[in-house]
């Protein structure tokens, strides 16, 4: 499949899927949004990707928001598609089965900013620049920025950047909880790829549910989430990764996990 607004490049497990619309500052337009949630399917399928990472092409941004050239012409039908592709894409993002790491080099924001939450973490380029300007364009946050930013930083730091519209820095970011680490512009994807590849060579099937543990147990009481997590310990035995990796602690060596998220009919 010939992408025109993403690239995507597959390497040792890690799949990444680079924002292409550089001269636009990879602003988000329709058809973008279609060939991300097509690219996010498709790796979904592939049982050769164990951690996928998103990234923007140029120095200059990750994503700078929803294409406002394109906003600025829809009605409301138009807006419904959009609106309907964007939280498309972020919840098959979020309930993608293997992690998936935002590398921000560069702007962050509105609808960028949103993506990068909507991954597993993030990691920036100390240029990185996050906000959700919305507010100055006389909108909103329109893909979950209004739930999941105060579900991670707290409502009160997070109505100060919804309600001005600021934009932080990687190092305020960093402060806020937003990101889990700032490195160097020049070194963010040789990082990104480090933490990419020590995730990578663990059990698929162990990682899923540790994703899904959290990303479920958030939206419950502890009680409940607590019982989520009994299920999904018990549910990682049915994997042979299991039995491989407590047996190559005992054996003194490197475990090697060969479980997949499908098995077998009858297997
Ligand atoms: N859309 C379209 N083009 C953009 C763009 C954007 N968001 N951001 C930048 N560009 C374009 C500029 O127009 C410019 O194009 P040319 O003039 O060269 O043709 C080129 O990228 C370079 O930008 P600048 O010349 O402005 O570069 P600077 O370094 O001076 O400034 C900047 C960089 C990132 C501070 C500035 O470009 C900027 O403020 N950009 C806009 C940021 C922004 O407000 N983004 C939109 C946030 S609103 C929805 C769900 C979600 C959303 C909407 C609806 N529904 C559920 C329906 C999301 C909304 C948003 O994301």
Redesign the pocket.
């Given at each position: 499949m010939n992408y025109e607004n993403i690239r995507i490049e597959q390497d040792e497990g890690i799949a990444t899927i680079t924002f292409n619309r550089p001269?636009?500052?990879n602003?988000?337009n329709r058809a973008l949004l279609g060939e991300l949630s097509l690219a996010l399917g498709r790796l979904a399928e592939d049982e050769e990707v164990r951690v996928v990472v998103l990234t923007g092409a140029g120095e200059?941004?990750f994503v700078?928001?929803?294409?406002?050239?394109e906003?600025a012409t829809f009605g409301p039908l138009a807006?419904k598609v959009?609106?309907r592709m964007?939280?498309e894409v972020i919840g098959k993002l979020q309930e993608l089965s293997v992690p998936v790491i935002a590398a921000v080099n560069g702007?962050a924001?509105?609808?960028?900013t949103?993506i990068a939450l909507a991954c597993d973490f993030i990691y920036a380029a100390d240029s990185a620049r996050f906000g959700l300007?919305?507010i100055?364009?006389g909108?909103i946050?329109?893909?979950g920025g209004t739930q999941r930013l105060p579900r991670l930083i707290g409502p009160a730091a997070a109505k100060e950047l919804i309600f001005s519209g600021r934009?932080i820095s990687a190092e305020e970011a960093l402060r806020l909880g937003i990101v889990n680490r700032v490195v160097p512009a020049s070194s963010l994807l040789e990082e990104v790829r480090k933490t990419a590849l020590e995730i990578a060579s663990k059990g698929r099937v162990a990682l899923r549910a540790a994703k899904e543990a959290v990303n479920h147990g958030l939206g419950v009481d502890l009680a409940t989430g607590c019982r989520l997590e009994v299920d999904a310990f018990a549910l990682v035995f049915a994997s042979p990764d299991a039995r491989e990796g407590t047996a190559a602690f005992l054996e003194k060596r490197k475990p090697v996990f060969r479980g997949r998220l499908k098995e077998a009919p009858g297997s």
């Open positions: 001269k636009a500052l602003a988000l200059k941004a700078a928001g929803a294409d406002i050239g906003l807006a959009f609106s964007g939280h702007y924001l509105g609808g960028g949103e300007p919305e100055t364009l909108l946050p329109g893909f934009m």
